[in-house]
């Protein structure tokens, strides 16, 4: 079954990696990868995390991965990523 699901792999990897890098051109200090999302050091992740949880904007902060000054942006539509310009 997932032979059959080539071009729809392809198309969802072009439109992520687009998603990604729209939000490197907003977000230049961002630290970029090779998965879909971006690292941003905003120097109080779990603080900064908060303050987007309760604008409904989901992001991790990176306090786990021993980078607390930190938090991780998934790769998201320009109609919800465009919250962040808000």
Not at 5 to 27: G, K, M, P
Not at 37 to 54: I, M, P, S
Not at 56 to 66: E, P, Q, Y
């Amino acid at each position: 079954a997932a032979a059959g699901l080539r071009d729809f792999v392809e198309e969802s990897r072009v439109r992520v990696l687009a998603d990604r890098d729209r939000l490197v051109v907003r977000l230049p200090s961002a630290h970029v990868g090779s998965a879909s999302y971006v690292l941003l050091n905003v120097g109080n992740g779990a603080e900064v995390r908060r303050r987007l949880l309760r604008r409904g904007i989901l992001v991790r902060d990176c306090a786990s991965c021993g980078i607390p000054t930190y938090i991780r942006l998934a790769a998201r539509p320009a109609t919800e990523s465009d919250r962040l310009r808000s």
